[in-house]
């Protein structure tokens, strides 16, 4: 990265909010602490429903695997490798959000993405160490963004602290939808995803963004916990494919 300045365990306490103090979180989730976040009041709604992701069947196999992955990293063959101890919380924090200033930092930080993928097997894509480490670059491109505006450089630094200390679980959509490229959205305001309501309570947008791709389809994530449980990657790859779907690690 560019510009690397501070590391989370040296860093100055951020202001948030005016208040000149870090809200404190609860560091590392466990997997009962990760589902327990989802039960928030969230609206989530596929195919025209409102759902629970905690309880519909059609999550519930890639919301185990996650939390199964966070309590992973707590056992003692990986806490060295997955955790490490926030100075300005004490809390316990993942190297996802670390942001290096020496080689045995950036070390650390390779190990702890090593692990996520070892320990998913290489086939989840977009485990929670990935948009992470975005944060991670927005945090030290932040001097940069006060450039522009001194209150970007803050929120980008605010929000790196926030994530890490709350253990925050990122994904992202960045495609838009397959639509007439003849145009751009400048020229096409509809094609594109965009602002079309401003209040005191936020925004209002239209449009879609994709493919957000935390969540994997439901059998490819009941054939991964045979691959899990069992270690025969052949086997598998067989359960995979009599079940019509397609097996790639990228």
């Known amino acids: 990265m560019n510009g690397m300045t501070t590391t989370p365990s040296t860093v100055a306490t951020p202001t948030v909010n005016g208040t000149g103090r870090e809200k404190a979180g609860p560091g590392a989730w466990s997997g009962a ?3 327990e976040s989802l039960r928030d009041g969230r609206a989530v709604w596929s195919e025209g429903t409102r759902v629970d992701v905690v309880s519909d069947g059609r999550f519930r196999p890639m919301l185990t695997t996650l939390a199964d992955l966070f309590d992973r990293r707590r056992t003692p063959a990986q806490a060295d490798r997955m955790l490490y101890r926030s100075a300005s919380s004490g809390n316990l924090v993942s190297p996802s959000y670390l942001a290096p200033r020496s080689r045995e930092e950036l070390d650390q930080k390779w190990v702890n993405s090593e692990s996520w993928a070892a320990e998913s097997h290489g086939q989840l894509s977009r485990l929670p160490d990935f948009v992470a480490n975005v944060v991670v670059g927005l945090y030290d491109f932040r001097f940069e963004l006060a450039k522009i505006n001194p209150e970007f450089g803050t929120r980008a630094e605010n929000y790196y602290h926030y ?3 709350h253990d925050i679980v990122l994904t992202h959509g960045l495609g838009d939808p397959q639509v007439d490229r003849s145009a751009t959205p400048i020229e096409r305001p509809e094609l594109g995803l965009r602002v079309i309501e401003r209040s005191a309570d936020g925004i209002v ?6 493919p957000v791709s935390t969540v994997v389809r ?4 009941r054939a991964w916990g045979a691959l899990r449980r ?3 990657n052949d086997r598998v ?3 995979i494919r009599a079940q019509g779907a397609s097996l790639s690690a990228r």
């Open 218 to 221: 439901e059998r490819v994530n």
């Open 163 to 165: 994530c890490r200390e």
């Open 33 to 35: 602490d990760f589902i």
């Open 237 to 239: 790859r067989r359960r």
């Open 205 to 210: 947008v239209r449009g879609a963004k994709g």
């Open 230 to 232: 069992t270690g025969c």
